[in-house]
């Protein structure tokens, strides 16, 4: 996967603090461009039943948006370019302003509404979850506030499949590039009753996914250490805990492979994973 023009999406506050700072990491990483941008309403949607009069509210909107660009400037230095976008949706106005700048990222932070150290989806990501064509990384809410020095590893969540053992071979390439080691995951959701049948299936499970893991890194080694694991819980998000993870740690997950070509489409297991991380995540598009 390229990372050569990272775009990301900024407001005022934490949530908008949160991805930039993450965005900044990745930029130096990666030695990126950096585009910050901040999408604002059209002028013709004034709210209110009086309907302020657009040119009015067309100023209030420019100022609004040079007082948070502003702030971005302050977090981020001058090493990177601030733009506006007018759109009716904040993540569909950065899928539409991706596509014009050839960005081959768009980062975001948390929605507000869950914990610290978790990622909400709301509106702009749900949108750019499900219409992106380039990848889209998610940073946990408060990632900002102690933002690691470095990336310290790149976690692949790996089912096998077409869609997955692509997006194994681009993490090993950018982990490669960031100089960082790669990790694969599956993940195995167990009821934990103790059935005789369930214990031998998930028994069978277990190995089939050890084989997988080991067959999707044979390979790569050549790019960047790789580790796998199998990680066992009674849904996604214990699965999750089950193993450690490093302060500069980021999560990588396939699209759907029921989604439309070369747009990020994320499926039932992707989304438990995104809510569940305590680290960024990065969609990728799906690939054919």
């Not at 106005?93 to 914990?115: H, Y």
């Not at 071979?169 to 694969?184: E, F, I, N, S, W």
């Not at 699209?255 to 995540?281: E, M, N, W």
Request: glycine share 10%; aromatic share 4%; with cysteine.
């Amino acid at each position: 996967m390229k990372l050569d023009n990272i775009l990301a999406g900024y407001v005022a506050g934490p949530r908008g603090r949160d991805g930039l700072a993450l965005a900044v990491l990745l930029k130096e990483a990666a030695r990126a461009r950096l585009t910050v941008a901040n999408v604002l309403p059209p002028a013709t949607s004034a709210p209110g039943p009086a309907r302020a009069e657009e040119s009015a509210w067309r100023a209030y909107l420019h100022e609004q948006a040079t007082a948070t660009l502003a702030q971005a400037r302050e977090l981020a230095g001058d090493d990177a370019e601030y733009v506006t976008h007018t759109h009716r949706g904040s993540g569909r106005g950065l899928v539409e302003l991706a596509r014009r700048r050839g960005a081959d990222v768009v980062v975001i932070g948390s929605a507000p509404g869950r914990g610290r150290g978790l990622i909400s989806v709301g509106s702009t990501a749900d949108q750019l979850l499900h219409s992106s064509s380039v990848p889209v990384l998610l940073a946990p809410r408060g990632w900002g506030d102690e933002p690691p020095a470095a990336f310290d590893r790149l976690t692949v969540a790996y089912r096998r499949g077409p869609g997955c053992d692509v997006a194994v071979k681009d993490a090993a390439r950018t982990a490669a590039a960031l100089g960082v080691p790669l990790r694969l995951v599956t993940l195995v959701v167990s009821s934990g009753r103790r059935v005789r049948i369930e214990e031998e299936m998930l028994a069978r499970l277990r190995d089939q996914a050890a084989a997988d893991l080991r067959a999707a890194a044979r390979g790569q080694r050549r790019r960047s250490p790789v580790e796998v694991e199998v990680l066992e819980g009674r849904n996604v998000a214990q699965a999750l805990a089950a193993t450690s993870w490093l302060p500069g740690e980021m999560i990588i997950c396939a699209s759907s492979d029921t989604g439309p070509l070369r747009r990020v489409f994320l499926g039932d297991t992707s989304i438990k994973i995104v809510r569940a991380s305590t680290c960024p995540v990065m969609v990728l598009t799906r690939q054919p």
